[in-house]
């Protein structure tokens, strides 16, 4: 069975540059998280969906970051003006159930940008 | 979410088992305790979960004390694959918050 898909795998950017990444989440799963994590670091929260609302955005590090899931299934996370400390691996994880319940996560295998 | 503290690195020897140990003494009476593991280049994986008792499936066991403020993940037998981070986390009503975990190293 198909886990969580994202894409690209890879994406390298010049400073400045926008970047959209993908995130195809295990088919009929309500809830949708994004992480982002650092070099050595463990992965550190940045949004969350349930469907297609956005509940809690507290973890994006700037305006300059954006998620959207419209649809309440694929979500993209938008990245403009990119910088060099934007550099890292970002992981989409999705859930059957809504948050609050007793319900393990299911994680994508990242995409790395790399901001040069 | 309760903090957890883990050592930052432990070795075993393949065959053998492996105790990770957590400490979570600000743990609430409604906090899980979830532990996952993350080989490198790939996404987090979970392994399992528990409130109160012990717990047990195929990958591995928890333990956790009378108490509730630390618990034991054991890998039973530990196989080169097991070598990656351990995450112990107390996960509540929201979202999963990651500390540093425990880089295993299982050894020939």
């Known amino acids: 069975g198909a886990g969580v898909s994202q894409s690209p795998r890879y994406k390298v950017a010049k400073r400045g540059q926008d970047v959209a990444l993908r995130c195809d989440p295990i088919s009929g799963h309500v809830s949708l998280f994004w992480y982002q994590q650092a070099l050595g670091q463990g992965p550190e929260f940045l949004t969350y969906?349930?469907?297609?609302?956005?509940?809690?955005k507290s973890g994006l590090p700037s305006d300059r970051f954006f998620a959207e899931r419209p649809e309440g299934s694929v979500s993209t996370l938008k990245i403009q003006r990119t910088q060099q400390e934007d550099s890292a691996v970002y992981l989409c994880?999705?859930?059957?159930?809504?948050?609050?319940?007793?319900?393990?996560?299911?994680f994508g295998n990242g995409t790395r940008l790399t901001v040069t | 979410d309760a903090k957890t503290t883990q050592p930052p690195s432990m070795d075993c020897a393949e065959g053998r088992a492996a105790n990770l140990p957590c400490n979570h003494s600000?743990?609430?009476?409604?906090?899980?305790v979830y532990w996952y593991r993350q080989i490198h280049s790939q996404g987090p994986q979970y392994i399992i979960h528990g409130l109160k008792n012990n717990e047990t499936n195929e990958m591995a066991s928890l333990i956790i004390t009378e108490d509730r403020k630390s618990s034991t993940l054991i890998l039973p037998h530990a196989t080169l694959r097991d070598t990656a981070v351990y995450y112990c986390i107390v996960y509540n009503t929201d979202k999963l918050i990651f500390g540093t975990g425990t880089r295993l190293q299982v050894f020939p």
């Open positions: 600000t743990i609430s009476g409604n906090e899980y």
């Open positions: 994880a999705s859930s059957p159930h809504p948050t609050g319940l007793n319900s393990p996560l299911h």
């Open positions: 969906f349930q469907n297609e609302a956005q509940l809690d």
